[in-house]
Nanobody, 125 residues
Framework: QVQLVESGGGLVQAGHSLRLTCAAS????????MGWFRQAPGKEREFVAA????????NYADSVNGRFTISRDNAENTVYLQMNSLKPEDTAVYYC??????????????????WGKGTLVTVSS
């Protein structure tokens, strides 16, 4: 069993940055594909970013491409989401996701094996 715990959310002004952290326990994530999703009030959960097991392949939603960066530290069993130039429309609960497949394909299909409980990001205008 894998437990994912997100941290780093909070209230920030538009144009500023936040760094989200996803810490895993229970099992090493070095062979897992990892990703971040978000859910805004009244909307469905949507894909944000994905990274393969080795950190060599990444993919981003069009809405965050060029502003957000996903990375991972397998030695620390941790995944990060650096969010720059934040916009009010980035306000959402952000969820960390893990897939037993080492590639990003399953993440992109929303075929996730483990979810974190989420961390709230609020961007004020």
């Amino acid at each position: 069993q894998v437990q994912l715990v997100e941290s780093g959310g909070g209230l920030v002004q538009a144009g500023h940055s936040l760094r989200l952290t996803c810490a895993a326990s229970g099992r090493t994530l070095s062979n897992f594909g990892m990703g971040w999703f978000r859910q805004a009030p009244g909307k469905e959960r949507e894909f944000v970013a994905a990274i393969n097991w080795g950190g060599t392949i990444t993919n981003y939603a069009d809405s965050v491409n060029g502003r957000f960066t996903i990375s991972r530290d397998n030695a620390e069993n941790t995944v990060y989401l650096q969010m720059n130039s934040l916009k009010p429309e980035d306000t959402a609960v952000y969820y960390c996701a893990a897939s037993k497949a080492p590639t990003i394909a399953t993440i992109l299909r929303h075929d996730v094996d483990y979810w974190g409980k989420g961390t709230l990001v609020t961007v004020s205008s």
